[in-house]
């Protein structure tokens, strides 16, 4: 059995800016690289305990935080 080296939190942003007619503009490969970080961490022993998407900065820091104080992490 191999030994789990810890725990991952994935925070991607796929939405980058926001174009001349106020749409927001996403950044193509996005869901691609949050794919492979995914692998790749799980791959080097580690448990993706949580995957959150297109979070404001406020929420990501909230995120973190809480996901720090919670003991099933």
Known sequence: MTETRGRVLIISNKYEWTNQRG??????G??????????MFESF?????????????????LTIIFRNSSQNF
């Open 23 to 28: 749409e927001l503009v996403w950044r193509k």
């Open 45 to 61: 022993g580690f448990i993706v305990s949580g995957e959150h998407k297109n979070y404001t900065s406020k929420v990501q820091k």
């Open 30 to 39: 996005a869901d691609i690289d949050h794919q492979n970080m995914k692998r």
